[in-house]
């Protein structure tokens, strides 16, 4: 078990200090220690516990530490933010067993200057009881979120802002716990029914996603890429609203499609198969090594009708047209914090930089529309000044384009007041990742 929480250490630092992505890092981790599933689940489960909950534990440390927080070396303040996650939120571990491990992985460490350090403060915290204060939610509601759902004010402010304070609020509870796995069926190779029942026979469960046609919900899946589903390339990981996004993009057999920022693919590979592998999709993106990775994954798809290259789409270059263009901007990613939880504690890209940013590559995206074709904008974020507003202001300013009405999916409706051609989803309301798309179509 001890095995378990060095593992979930060892990723943490390399997230939190040194800028590692969690999904990978936790995998990479889990992998380099060997662990079975059992020692597995466990290290995960602590491992995003914290950096789902991590605000919260700081305030914890704060009231029992005799140093202040910014004093604590980072080493200690993930052992300790680790045991009091286990202490609170994880039932089935004994209370015992959470600080002696603790105490033990500092010494392993060679951090025994300050095992006794942390086992006062943990047995403090035990001895009250497991007791502590929020902020005063009547004096400063701002920091009484904060705390209470790990969320820093700034990134609050932008939810309040935009959906006001219920909805505000709503969204913080979902982004607690970890979202389902969600994959997009590669119905060139097999029927989702088929899929299912294959899965089934691979011990794992999928279950269909609420509104994309062929997405599935798996649980259970251990190492996705270990399926013998996923090395046939009979599916990929895409969420939902991804799936939702080209879904009502429509693309048909024998169209053209751009993705201007593909990586990694999905919505180039979602693409490909609702055109039946038949037309041509050319996917573009910034990074060789991305560029890469999305040949690599179409080769495994079966998919040929895919051409992935390096390309600026701020700058241009060759100015090919096609039938439907996919403008997925870079943005600051507010919608996918569930996901990605370290995004929180991550300075923010300047949120007054980005709008601008992302109006122009919708602009020069646009270039690339044929007459008659259509221009979908999107991005991963919940932010109105990178959604809606963007929207607004290209169809003010872009005189050839009319804006699209999207045609939704049986059962879905809009969770707030807005433009026909324009759809956000929310995780708490939708329960897939916080996602924007809007549709314009070339006139003239």
């Known amino acids: 078990m001890g095995n378990s929480r060095k593992t979930s250490f060892k990723a943490l630092y390399n997230v939190l200090y040194n800028d590692a992505y969690s999904n990978l890092e936790i995998n990479r981790a889990i992998k ?28 914890i440390i704060k009231q029992y530490s005799s140093i ?13 933010e680790q045991a009091l996650y286990q202490l609170l939120y994880m039932d089935k571990i004994p209370d015992s067993a959470a600080v002696n491990e603790a ?17 006062g403060l943990l047995r403090s915290f035990l001895r009250s009881e497991k007791r502590y204060a929020l902020p005063d939610e009547n004096k400063d509601k701002l920091a009484y979120l904060s705390v209470l759902y790990s969320c820093p004010k700034e990134i609050i402010e932008v939810f309040i802002s935009s959906y006001g304070e219920q909805m505000s609020e709503e969204i913080l509870r979902s982004l607690i716990g970890r979202p389902p796995v969600t994959a997009s069926v590669n119905t060139l190779k097999i029927s989702k029914d088929e899929l299912i029942e294959k899965l089934k026979a691979e011990g794992v469960q999928a279950v269909s996603t609420a509104y994309a046609k062929n997405g ?34 429509n693309p048909q057999k024998g169209e053209s499609v751009i993705d201007v920022c593909a990586a990694p693919g999905g919505k180039s590979f979602k693409s490909a198969i609702m055109m039946e592998n038949a037309g041509r999709v050319f996917s573009y ?23 992935a290259e390096v390309r600026d789409a701020l700058s241009g270059g ?41 109006y122009k590559i919708l602009t020069e995206s646009s270039q690339l529309v044929n007459r008659g074709g259509v221009l979908l904008y999107s991005t991963c974020t919940l932010n109105k000044h990178e959604n809606n507003e963007i929207a607004r202001r290209f169809l003010s300013e872009n005189k050839s384009f ?9 059962g879905l409706s809009r969770a707030i007041e807005e433009e026909e051609n324009c759809l956000t989803l929310f995780p708490n309301v939708h329960g897939t990742d916080g996602f924007f798309v809007s549709a314009f179509v070339r006139c003239e």
């Open 318 to 358: 060759e100015k090919l047209q096609a039938d439907k263009v996919i403008c997925d901007v870079p943005c600051s990613g507010l919608g996918v914090l569930r996901r990605k939880p370290e995004i929180r504690y991550r300075a923010l890209p300047a949120l007054s930089e980005l709008p601008p940013l992302q």
């Open 32 to 59: 380099a220690s060997q662990l079975d599933r059992r020692d597995a689940a466990l290290a995960s489960a602590i491992f995003y516990g914290v950096l789902e909950r991590r605000l919260t534990l700081q305030n």
């Open 103 to 119: 105490v033990s992985l500092a010494k392993n460490l060679r951090l025994s200057k300050s095992s006794g350090y942390i086992n």
């Open 68 to 80: 202040p927080l910014r004093k604590i070396e980072d080493k200690v303040l993930i052992i300790l």
């Open 285 to 307: 993106d910034l990074y060789p090594h991305k560029i890469s990775l999305i040949s690599k994954t179409a080769h495994r798809l079966g998919i040929n009708i895919i051409k």
């Open 216 to 249: 599935l919900n798996l649980s259970s899946t251990g190492s996705v890429e270990e399926l013998k589903s996923f090395k046939n390339g009979e599916l990929y990981i895409q969420d939902e609203a991804s799936q939702i996004a080209v879904e009502l993009l």
């Open 402 to 410: 009319k804006p699209l009405g999207l045609i939704l999916p049986e």
